[in-house]
């Protein structure tokens, strides 16, 4: 055994490619948008470090993935892993045995794992056990519930990465907590605003009549964005049920617009929970088709921890229907709330934002559209 693994490992040592690379992991919906401002960035580098983009497979209806890598500019994949849906341990694994045999064939220099799902730290175990040195994007959120697979995702990933991006000061808190070496962490701002910021740019510049959102807009005129997929508020039908009764009592003043998650549209049908004529279900939406309908919303509710950190970046009034949030700095600074999942209390915070009682909130430090350039100059001057 050790005799075979020598050779193997002194090769890469004494013979690096000419061209050190980043290898980029992306799987599911929400890291594309963080993917995407680093492809930009390693690209901008002058090519000084190359870069490679798996895909694992955790997403792959072309609504959550295919058009977020075109309207996005994400290359093609240089891998597709395939892992698909299933338990948490099948993904897990089924991500894991592809992406170690991607490993060993072409020994990356560096992987970079983003955000908090099943692929952020199914990749994350497989290079650090290889000897590959780990980067982790979004490093240090907590929400202190370990019954949120994200957290779990998120504490792991963080204990074994190398280096430890930081979107938020709370992050840089919570890694020095757990004993995480000072060196490691980098408080860099967050990818996600980056991608938000080149994204209201394209907009700008893009005839959104064909968009499904326009014609929404010019319906209804005043609207609120909902979006919910988390376990915890879709997965029994209790908290289904209670989800439904804080939209309806919300939909009561103002029209909801929900484009409805797969996850969340399997259950609705399973638990045969309905919202009436003022919750208007979608199907989920192109991230432009989606911007341009919640940037100019009256307030969006949520349970994403994306939108949380978004809507803070352009000020629009965020009701989070969480008990927690690993997002602190959009409640302390931003335009966020928790509100919990008491359908009175959600209601409540919806109808003090109708009155004009919204938060103004403001741009937390570093969120300037320039985290993918920090992270990219500090992994090249280490792997220079
Ligand atoms: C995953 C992430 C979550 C993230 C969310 C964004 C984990 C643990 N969860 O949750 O953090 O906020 O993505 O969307 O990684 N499905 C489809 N088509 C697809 C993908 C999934 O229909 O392309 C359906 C399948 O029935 C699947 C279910 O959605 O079983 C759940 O998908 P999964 O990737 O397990 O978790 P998400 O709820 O998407």
Redesign the pocket.
């Known amino acids: 055994m050790l005799i075979e693994t020598l050779p193997f490992q002194a090769a890469r040592h004494a013979c690096p490619s000419p061209q050190r690379a980043v290898h980029l992991v992306a799987?599911?919906?929400?890291n594309f948008m963080k993917i995407a401002p680093l492809v930009r960035a390693l690209r901008a580098h002058n090519g000084a470090l190359g870069f490679k983009l798996i895909h694992t497979g955790?997403?792959?209806?072309r609504q959550?993935?295919d058009v977020f890598f075109e309207e996005l500019g994400i290359p093609a994949p240089d891998e597709l892993l395939a892992a698909g849906?299933?338990t948490?341990a099948q993904?897990t694994a089924k991500i894991m045995l592809g992406f170690e045999a991607w490993c060993e064939r072409e020994e990356p220099d560096l992987v970079l794992v983003v955000?908090?799902?099943?692929?952020?730290l199914a990749c994350a175990l497989v290079a650090k056990k290889l000897g590959i040195r780990v980067a982790h994007v979004e490093a240090g959120l907590r929400s202190r519930d370990m019954t949120m697979?994200?957290e779990v995702?998120r504490v792991v990933t963080d204990a074994i990465s190398d280096f430890l991006f930081v979107t938020e000061r709370s992050g840089v808190r919570n890694l020095l907590a757990e004993g995480r070496p000072r060196a490691a962490i980098h408080h860099v701002g967050h990818v996600m605003v980056d991608n938000l910021m080149y994204q209201c740019g394209q907009l700008a510049g893009t005839d959104t009549l064909r968009f499904v959102s326009s014609a929404l807009k010019r319906r209804l005129r005043r609207y609120g964005v909902v979006t919910l997929?988390?376990?915890s508020n879709v997965d029994t039908p209790e908290a289904l049920a209670r989800v439904a009764t804080a939209l309806r009592l919300v939909a009561r003043r103002i029209p909801l617009v929900f484009p409805v998650?797969?996850?969340t549209r399997?259950n609705l049908e399973r638990f045969n929970i309905v919202f009436g004529d003022a919750v208007l279900l979608t199907g989920p939406m192109a991230y432009m088709d989606f911007l341009n309908l919640w940037k100019d919303a009256a307030f969006v509710l949520t349970d994403?921890?994306?939108l949380q950190e978004e809507t803070t970046a352009l000020g629009v009034p965020c009701i989070t229907v969480r008990e927690n949030t690993e997002r602190p700095v959009t409640v302390e600074e931003g335009t966020n709330v928790l509100a919990g999942t008491d359908p009175e209390r959600v209601q409540l915070e919806a109808f003090k934002i109708l009155d004009g009682e919204s938060k103004h909130g403001r741009r937390p430090a570093l969120w300037d559209g320039k985290a993918a350039e920090r992270i990219v100059a500090i992994l090249h001057e280490v792997l220079a």
Do not use: M
């Open positions: 799987g599911a919906r929400p955790q997403h792959y209806d959550l993935n849906s299933g948490h993904q955000g908090d799902v099943n692929s952020t697979p994200e995702n997929h988390r376990a998650h797969p996850r399997a994403s921890g994306g």
